[in-house]
Each structure stands twice: as C-alpha cells, then as structure tokens.
C-alpha cells in the first residue's frame, strides 16, 4: 500500500498540534502563564505565541495550498494560553474537514509561496510538503517546546511524543529462578 499526500500530513500535523495543547496545560500548572507567553529562546527569536501561531500557519496554510482551497484566516492575536489552545483547536477543525480525496494527485500540483521581500519558491506538491511545509511546522513546534523547557517546564520527550500513547510492546517479566 502506498503512502498517500493526506496520511503523510493531516495525521501528523493534528497529532502534534494536539501535543502542543497538553505542553500549555503542563505549563499552565508549573509556571506563571505571564512569565512564558513572552518567552523567547534568544532576544531575536519571536515568542512562544509567535510560535504557536507559526506553527498553527504552517499546518493550516500549507494543507490548504496542497488542497487548493483558501485556508481560514486567523490573525496572531493570541495573548493567553487559553488563546492559543483555541487555535490549536480552530487549526486542528479545520484539518478534520480535509479529506483524502482532496488531496489525492496533489503531489504534483504548483505550489508557489512568496515572501513579503518578493522572494520565494515554486515546488510540486510532494517537495513543498516534504522539504518546506512539514520542517518549517515542526521547526515552529520543537521551539514552542524548547522555549517551555528553557522555562523550566517539566515537559519531555513523552509529553513531544504523547500521541502515541503508551508503548505496546512490554518485556516479559523476568522468570524467577
């Protein structure tokens, strides 16, 4: 069986978008809300709702160019964690109305993103999912979560990897002697 456009991205893009959900509830119970909606990794990267949004903008934006429909608007104007678990939510709804069939044969369509300078890059569908759309999400994602960990959130590895749940394959206990 072939990997289609759709169980390469949709899946994918939902799981971790609802990981960045429960990453907020985490902090929300750790740390002052306050301190950390403004945090940054460096001074000259944007924030942690900067990165949210981003990320929120890169599933989003890139799904709809691959199904050739308009995406939803949503400005960034998020200022509070139950903000930005809403847009997770928005992002993710809108995700759920995409079905295969749109974007079955996307791989090869044109899509074309330009840059407010001008600049940009003209792709088939299959490189702009893999080779821009799906590393410039997840490069918004890991620096949401590296943002929370420099915070000193108790986030992990299980937490950027909940959607999986827990491990399905458990050792046999070990036989007495």
Known sequence: ???????VSIPVLIN???NMKAWLDKAAAQKNEADLVDARLIADMRPLTAQFQSASDSAKNGIARL???ESPSMPDTETSFAELRERCDKTIAFLKTITPAQLNGSETREVEIRFPSGHG???TGLDYLTKFMLPNFFFHVQTAYAILRAQGVDVGKQDYLMHMGMPNIVPEPAASA
Do not use: E
């Open 67 to 69: 199904a050739g429909i």
């Open 1 to 7: 069986m072939a990997l289609s456009m759709y169980d």
């Open 16 to 18: 971790m978008l609802g």
């Open 121 to 123: 890059y003209r792709f």
